[in-house]
């Protein structure tokens, strides 16, 4: 069962490709739990259902974790999915629906400007809320805007979350780490934004005109 077929299972509730249907009971979230392993992409994923996508745990219950003296210790991130640098990772724009990776890292995501892309978000396109707990998204780049993330202003609710999670290494000419529409349905674009115990380090580029 790939991700892309995981995926798509979720919005149908039935069996697709090689994966099982799963809790099928009537308003229940999609839950998509990944292996360790690196999942590469030739395209990007835009999910049509409200789905949480989990990564392999981190938690070492045999080690305290060095800042809180508490067990469990965090290990290093075990799941990645990349764009092999000639993909955007994930797309919502156009389904407007709102996603959760926990325990995951994006990388090598990319957003250009042939073939009719618009060149922003290179990890991410966002039209939905979207949150990232214990993750990463490394060594991303958009051509235009939102090296990392670019949010669509589509709906002024919108929430984005990024927790406890690793932003390096991204790239774009306007918002290197996230960028976003100034006006959206004539009106200004308030979406909420939160961004609580990340590390944001080596963004941008001598060519790069913000990181924010």
Same mark, same amino acid.
């Given at each position: 069962?790939?991700?892309? =077929?995981?995926?798509?299972?979720?919005?149908?509730?039935?069996?697709?490709?090689?994966? +099982?249907?799963?809790? !099928?009971? *009537?308003?229940?979230?999609?839950?998509?739990?990944?292996?360790?392993?690196? *999942? /590469?992409?030739? #395209? =990007?994923?835009?999910?049509?259902?409200?789905?949480?996508?989990?990564?392999?745990?981190?938690?070492?219950?045999? $080690? &305290?974790?060095?800042? +809180?003296? !508490? *067990?469990?210790?965090?290990?290093?991130? /075990?799941?990645?999915? #990349?764009? $092999?640098?000639? +993909?955007?990772?994930?797309? +919502?724009?156009?389904?407007?629906?709102?996603?959760?990776?926990?325990?995951?890292?994006? =990388?090598?995501?990319?957003? @250009? !400007?042939?073939?009719?892309?618009?060149?922003?978000?290179?990890?991410?396109?966002?039209?939905?809320?979207?949150?990232?707990?214990? @993750?990463?998204?490394?060594?991303? %780049?958009? =051509?235009?805007?939102?090296?990392?993330?670019?949010?669509?202003?589509?709906?002024?609710? &919108?929430?984005?979350?990024?927790?406890? #999670?690793?932003?390096?290494?991204?790239?774009?000419?306007?918002?290197?780490?996230?960028?976003?529409?100034?006006? @959206?349905?004539?009106?200004? !674009?308030?979406? #909420?934004?939160?961004? %609580?115990?990340?590390?944001?380090?080596?963004?941008?580029?001598?060519?790069?005109?913000?990181?924010?």
């Amino acid at each position: 069962c790939s991700l892309r =077929e995981a995926i798509i299972t979720a919005k149908k509730n039935a069996a697709y490709g090689g994966c +099982t249907a799963g809790n !099928t009971v *009537y308003g229940q979230t999609d839950r998509i739990q990944l292996e360790t392993g690196r *999942y /590469k992409l030739d #395209s =990007e994923l835009a999910p049509e259902s409200v789905v949480i996508i989990n990564g392999a745990s981190r938690e070492n219950f045999k $080690e &305290k974790n060095k800042l +809180t003296q !508490t *067990y469990p210790a965090l290990e290093g991130i /075990k799941t990645i999915i #990349s764009g $092999e640098g000639r +993909t955007r990772i994930f797309n +919502t724009s156009k389904t407007e629906i709102s996603f959760t990776l926990n325990n995951i890292q994006l =990388e090598n995501g990319y957003a @250009g !400007t042939k073939n009719g892309q618009n060149g922003r978000g290179g990890a991410v396109l966002i039209g939905a809320d979207f949150t990232l707990n214990n @993750g990463a998204i490394v060594n991303s %780049e958009a =051509e235009v805007a939102g090296g990392a993330i670019y949010n669509v202003a589509l709906n002024n609710e &919108k929430k984005i979350s990024i927790n406890s #999670s690793l932003i390096r290494g991204n790239d774009a000419a306007k918002g290197s780490v996230i960028a976003m529409d100034c006006y @959206g349905n004539m009106d200004d !674009t308030k979406p #909420s934004l939160f961004f %609580e115990r990340n590390s944001i380090i080596n963004n941008g580029s001598a060519n790069s005109n913000s990181t924010f």
